[in-house]
């Protein structure tokens, strides 16, 4: 089992940046993809941003050129920072992982952005 702790969300102002951590507890954290989903009031949840294990990344069309997801192996941490956000991008944000080999998924409690004047 591994679990994700989430942490960076806020209220922030239209224009404004946010980054988002997310540290996994399994020592193998290499070997995963991981990635950045976000449900908004009244919407499904959709992915954000993926990093594979390789460091290849996959933004949705509507964070390309704002975000950036990153990981740091080292540190078992992924982050997602938000640059130039929008009143759109409120949501809660979800971390999550998908071992690359077992295709085991886990998610992690998710963090609120508001984004607001």
């Known amino acids: 089992q591994v679990q994700l702790v989430e942490s960076g969300g806020g209220l922030v102002q239209p224009g404004g940046s946010l980054r988002l951590s997310c540290a996994a507890s399994?020592?193998?954290?290499?070997?995963?993809?991981m990635g950045w989903y976000r449900q908004g009031p009244g919407k499904q949840r959709e992915l954000v941003a993926l990093?594979?294990?390789?460091?290849?990344?996959n933004y949705a069309d509507s964070v390309k050129g704002r975000f950036t997801i990153s990981r740091d192996n080292a540190k078992k941490t992924v982050y997602l920072q938000m640059n130039s956000l929008k009143p759109e991008d409120t949501a809660v944000y979800y971390c999550y992982a998908r071992d690359t080999y077992a295709k085991t998924e886990y998610w992690g409690q998710g963090t609120q952005v508001t984004v607001s004047s």
């Open positions: 990093i594979t294990n390789n460091g290849g990344t």
């Open positions: 399994t020592s193998a954290f290499s070997i995963y993809t």
